[in-house]
């Protein structure tokens, strides 16, 4: 990995083994861009890919140039990556390269997440001073190269250089201009209860982008935008993958150019931002994560998945095992006391459970989502002997013990709101927006924050806690800062946000050892930004297994599934109404962090020898589903989405485990091959099946000794007898696990 600057050709040429990113300092002083794809050798130049008798766009308006960090007003009729406002109102701005240094390493963002290295051999990252002399505006943009990933980070830091206040209207953290269109862009949207599904869209002329204005990063879209060849398959092609690691107001866009060519923007929302820099004063975008592949979509996850697993994710439970928990959200909802929690926990021990969690409902007065939201402490009438005595009879059962929490809320029925009305969110003398019965707290306000971090500091040390479920169920309206003046009121949302990231820092160096997950009603703000202060995210309420195959399958794009939240519950299930067969559901969660999300004490003896053979599996497959390198197959995009099959392959690619689900059953079906990939062509796997001692065709089909060239070039064989298959009914799946022999 290099980072070449050449002071004859000013050509900056950012290389690893995978890919190269060049651009250089042209004459005027901006950055043009010249090349992002596999690496091309180190020290030609490469100026003949810019535009040549380009001396800036007064000479020739629309030229369709390819800028690292362009600006409004001088010719670039794109929109612009910054737009600040200077003192005399104008937002024309030329920044011009000024110094340059390359640094070793990777320097963290102050108040924002970030990917980092352990060592500073595993990345470089050259920092660029501009400066626009008329306005005082000075920008570091800053750009980290991975050693082992085909991976970028991008951020740009604004400084006001000048003497009267600067607004930056615009800053986006991320700017790549492409040389042509030929692209369809791949993005993951949805609601709640069904997100993240992938979605495709070939490139047309104009802007075409995905954003969020409800103060996180939200159900709708996730906060990422991938650039793939029409051509481009899982295992082969281009894929240019951009990711903002960020949990509020987003933009993802990608525009169009008349000559063609496409312009990909992202960063903050700026339809629902401004901030005013002081004189001396600077602003730090979040980072944007740029990843290039030109071995598939497949070739893009697996570099996000290692790099949001094992550089963004952090933390003492970043490596280790992520214990099989129960929650008791769906067994009671609201409904509890402590021996009905204690009964599901005892039942849950049984057959192998690692942790149990307690879910909403436990605090203030809260027998259901009227009241309580602010008033951390135990309800007694449901939990008399308090956390700390629900804790220890947990404990006593050899279990661990978590507990749910919604921090960034309040409900007009609660203590804190009789104290603190004015906490909440909402413009003086406007009626302020219910929903699910609460109000936000405005996280912005350092005081608030600091309240937070006691009255929770005090619940987390009040009893033995594991791990932490940090929820938020609602956005945000009618914002408005009440400490904030009128003319920074578009700092409101971003302030949020850097409060809640503040939280979250307090908590988890308070409490190093506890596990967090986050959640917002499901998955409304599964991003990267919060990755970086909880390994785990609740990926989507919806526990139904056909739904999760989508829903896992679109959110494995870019996350790892150590980080995917994953349970098994009851049926019907209380999203879709479905019946799916027990172990199709744990079959899907496997792929995820498993768990159970229902009441143990209905289990039938059958169903609980089941889950216990379950919850063995995944114990004895843990090592690869969490941390294994997963690949897509064939997924509910392809063909007539009746079958998905993904699998996980160990680092030593020793030990494979592969899921396939077909979801409805189809009468007399022909045979059908699924091929594997990223096994070891030379080793010879043993081949078995879970559930165990399934003697179905299927089964006999697989299982024996089979060479990787095998499964790679033929693969597994869904060979079903006919006679059979008329028993099976829908939703079925198998589980293949391969170990390398010898
Ligand atoms: C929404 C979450 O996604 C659920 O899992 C559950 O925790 C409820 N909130 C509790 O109110």
Same mark, same amino acid.
């Given at each position: 990995?290099?980072?070449?600057?050449?002071?004859?050709?000013?050509?900056?040429?950012?290389?690893?083994?995978?890919?190269?990113?060049?651009?250089?300092?042209?004459?005027?002083?901006?950055?043009?861009?010249?090349?992002?794809?596999?690496?091309?050798?180190?020290?030609?130049?490469?100026?003949?890919?810019?535009?040549?008798?380009?001396?800036?766009?007064?000479?020739?308006?629309?030229?369709?140039?390819?800028?690292?960090?362009?600006?409004?007003?001088?010719g670039?009729?794109?929109?612009?990556a910054?737009?600040v406002?200077?003192?005399?109102?104008?937002?024309?701005?030329?920044?011009?390269?000024?110094?340059?240094?390359?640094?070793?390493?990777?320097? *963290?963002?102050?108040?924002?997440?970030?990917?980092?290295?352990?060592?500073?051999?595993?990345?470089?990252t050259?920092?660029?001073?501009?400066?626009?002399?008329?306005?005082? /505006?000075?920008?570091?943009?800053?750009?980290?190269?991975?050693?082992?990933?085909?991976? &970028?980070?991008?951020?740009?830091?604004?400084?006001?250089?000048?003497?009267?206040?600067?607004?930056?209207? /615009?800053?986006?953290?991320?700017?790549?201009?492409?040389?042509?269109?030929?692209? @369809? &862009?791949?993005?993951?949207?949805?609601?709640?209860?069904?997100?993240?599904?992938?979605?495709?869209?070939? &490139?047309?002329?104009?802007?075409?982008?995905?954003?969020?204005?409800?103060?996180?990063?939200?159900?709708?879209?996730?906060?990422?935008?991938?650039?793939?060849?029409?051509?481009?398959?899982?295992?082969?092609?281009?894929?240019?993958?951009?990711s903002?690691?960020?949990s509020?107001?987003?933009?993802?866009?990608?525009?169009?150019?008349?000559?063609?060519?496409?312009?990909?923007? =992202?960063?903050?929302?700026?339809?629902?931002?401004?901030?005013?820099?002081?004189?001396?004063?600077?602003?730090?975008?979040?980072? *944007?994560?740029?990843?290039?592949?030109?071995?598939?979509?497949?070739?893009?996850?697996?570099?996000?998945?290692?790099?949001?697993?094992?550089r963004?994710a952090?933390?003492?439970?970043?490596?280790?095992?992520?214990? #099989?928990?129960?929650n008791?959200?769906?067994? +009671?909802?609201?409904?509890?006391?402590?021996?009905?929690?204690?009964?599901?926990? @005892?039942?849950?021990?049984?057959?192998?459970?690692?942790?149990?969690?307690?879910?909403?409902?436990?605090?203030?007065?809260?027998?259901?989502?009227?009241?309580?939201?602010?008033?951390?402490?135990?309800?007694?009438?449901? =939990?008399?002997?308090?956390?700390?005595?629900?804790?220890?009879?947990?404990e006593?059962?050899?279990?661990?013990?978590? =507990?749910?929490?919604?921090?960034?809320?309040?409900?007009?029925?609660?203590?804190?709101?009789?104290?603190?009305?004015?906490?909440?969110?909402?413009?003086?003398?406007?009626?302020?927006?219910?929903?699910?019965?609460?109000?936000?707290?405005?996280?912005?306000?350092?005081?608030?924050?600091?309240?937070?971090?006691?009255?929770?500091?005090?619940?987390?040390?009040?009893?033995?806690?594991?791990?932490?479920?940090?929820d938020?169920?609602?956005?945000?309206?009618?914002?408005?800062?009440?400490?904030?003046?009128a003319?920074?009121?578009?700092?409101?949302?971003?302030?949020?946000?850097?409060?809640?990231?503040?939280?979250?820092?307090?908590?988890?160096?308070?409490?190093?050892?506890?596990?967090?997950?986050?959640?917002?009603?499901?998955?409304?703000?599964?991003?990267?930004?919060?990755?970086?202060?909880?390994?785990?995210?609740?990926?989507?309420?919806? +526990?139904?297994?056909v739904?999760?195959?989508?829903?896992?399958?679109?959110?494995?794009?870019?996350?790892?599934?150590?980080?995917?939240?994953?349970?098994?519950?009851?049926?019907?299930n209380?999203?879709?109404?479905?019946?799916?067969?027990?172990?199709?559901?744990?079959?899907?969660?496997?792929?995820? #962090?498993?768990?159970?999300?229902?009441?143990?004490?209905?289990?039938?003896?059958?169903?609980?020898?089941?889950?216990?053979?379950?919850?063995?599996?995944?114990?004895?497959?843990?090592?690869?589903?969490?941390?294994?390198?997963?690949?897509?197959?064939?997924?509910?995009e392809?063909?007539?989405?009746?079958?998905?099959?993904?699998?996980?392959v160990?680092?030593?690619?020793?030990r494979?485990?592969?899921?396939?689900?077909?979801?409805?059953?189809?009468?007399?079906?022909?045979?059908?091959?699924?091929?594997?990939?990223?096994?070891?062509?030379?080793?010879?796997?043993?081949?078995?099946?879970?559930?165990?001692?399934?003697?179905?065709?299927?089964?006999?089909?697989?299982?024996?000794?089979?060479?990787?060239?095998?499964?790679?070039?033929?693969?597994?064989?869904?060979?079903?007898?006919?006679?059979?298959v008329?028993?099976?009914?829908?939703?079925?799946?198998?589980?293949?696990?391969?170990?390398?022999?010898?």
């Open positions: 990995m290099t980072i070449g600057w050449d002071e004859q050709t000013r050509e900056f040429h950012l290389r690893n083994e995978r890919l190269s990113y060049i651009f250089r300092v042209l004459a005027g002083g901006s950055l043009e861009h010249l090349y992002l794809g596999p690496a091309l050798a180190a020290g030609p130049s490469y100026g003949h890919l810019g535009r040549r008798e380009f001396g800036g766009f007064a000479n020739r308006l629309d030229d369709p140039i390819a800028l690292e960090l362009p600006t409004a007003g001088r670039d009729f794109r929109m612009a910054l737009v406002e200077g003192t005399d109102g104008s937002t024309v701005l030329d920044l011009r390269y000024v110094s340059h240094r390359i640094e070793r390493g990777k320097p *963290a963002i102050p108040g924002l997440p970030a990917t980092y290295v352990e060592m500073d051999d595993e990345a470089d050259l920092e660029i001073l501009l400066r626009d002399e008329p306005s005082g /505006t000075e920008v570091r943009l800053l750009t980290t190269i991975f050693r082992d990933m085909p991976a &970028l980070a991008r951020s740009v830091v604004v400084r006001n250089a000048g003497a009267g206040p600067l607004r930056i209207r /615009t800053v986006m953290s991320a700017s790549l201009d492409l040389p042509d269109d030929d692209w @369809t &862009l791949v993005h993951l949207s949805g609601a709640w209860a069904r997100e993240r599904h992938i979605v495709r869209q070939p &490139l047309g002329p104009g802007r075409q982008s995905f954003s969020s204005g409800r103060g996180a990063s939200g159900h709708e879209h996730d906060p990422s935008l991938i650039l793939v060849r029409p051509t481009t398959t899982e295992a082969s092609g281009e894929a240019v993958g951009f903002l690691v960020y509020g107001d987003f933009l993802a866009e990608a525009e169009v150019h008349l000559y063609g060519t496409t312009r990909v923007r =992202l960063g903050i929302d700026p339809e629902t931002f401004t901030w005013t820099l002081d004189p001396g004063a600077e602003f730090a975008s979040p980072e *944007a994560i740029v990843v290039y592949s030109d071995t598939g979509l497949g070739g893009m996850s697996d570099a996000f998945h290692r790099l949001y697993r094992s963004l952090r933390g003492s439970w970043r490596d280790r095992d992520r214990p #099989v928990l129960i008791n959200w769906e067994g +009671t909802y609201f409904d509890f006391d402590e021996d009905r929690l204690v009964a599901i926990a @005892t039942v849950a021990r049984e057959v192998g459970v690692e942790l149990f969690v307690l879910d909403d409902g436990w605090f203030g007065a809260r027998d259901d989502d009227t009241s309580s939201l602010g008033d951390w402490w135990v309800d007694r009438r449901k =939990l008399p002997a308090g956390l700390d005595g629900l804790a220890h009879r947990i006593g059962l050899g279990l661990l013990f978590g =507990l749910w929490i919604e921090p960034e809320m309040i409900s007009p029925r609660s203590r804190l709101f009789a104290e603190h009305p004015d906490w909440a969110v909402g413009v003086p003398g406007r009626e302020r927006t219910e929903s699910r019965q609460q109000l936000v707290l405005d996280l912005g306000r350092p005081e608030i924050v600091d309240h937070l971090f006691e009255a929770l500091s005090q619940v987390l040390s009040s009893a033995p806690i594991s791990y932490v479920k940090w938020m169920n609602r956005n945000i309206t009618e914002p408005y800062g009440s400490t904030l003046p003319d920074r009121q578009g700092e409101f949302f971003h302030r949020y946000i850097l409060g809640v990231y503040e939280l979250y820092r307090r908590l988890t160096a308070a409490f190093p050892e506890i596990l967090f997950e986050s959640c917002a009603g499901g998955g409304g703000r599964f991003d990267p930004g919060l990755l970086a202060f909880a390994p785990q995210a609740w990926t989507s309420d919806d +526990t139904d297994a739904e999760r195959l989508s829903i896992q399958w679109g959110t494995s794009l870019l996350y790892p599934l150590s980080s995917m939240g994953a349970h098994v519950s009851a049926v019907p209380h999203q879709t109404g479905r019946i799916t067969p027990l172990a199709t559901r744990a079959a899907t969660a496997f792929f995820g #962090v498993f768990g159970y999300e229902l009441d143990a004490t209905r289990w039938t003896a059958e169903e609980r020898a089941a889950v216990a053979d379950q919850i063995a599996f995944y114990r004895a497959q843990r090592e690869v589903l969490q941390r294994g390198r997963f690949v897509r197959l064939v997924g509910p392809d063909g007539d989405g009746n079958l998905v099959a993904w699998m996980a160990a680092a030593d690619r020793r494979a485990v592969v899921g396939i689900y077909r979801i409805l059953n189809r009468p007399n079906p022909g045979p059908r091959r699924i091929r594997l990939r990223g096994l070891d062509p030379a080793a010879t796997y043993r081949v078995s099946t879970w559930p165990a001692g399934d003697d179905d065709a299927v089964s006999r089909a697989n299982q024996g000794l089979r060479g990787g060239d095998v499964l790679r070039r033929v693969g597994l064989v869904l060979d079903a007898d006919r006679h059979e008329s028993a099976e009914g829908d939703f079925w799946a198998r589980v293949f696990v391969l170990d390398a022999t010898g």
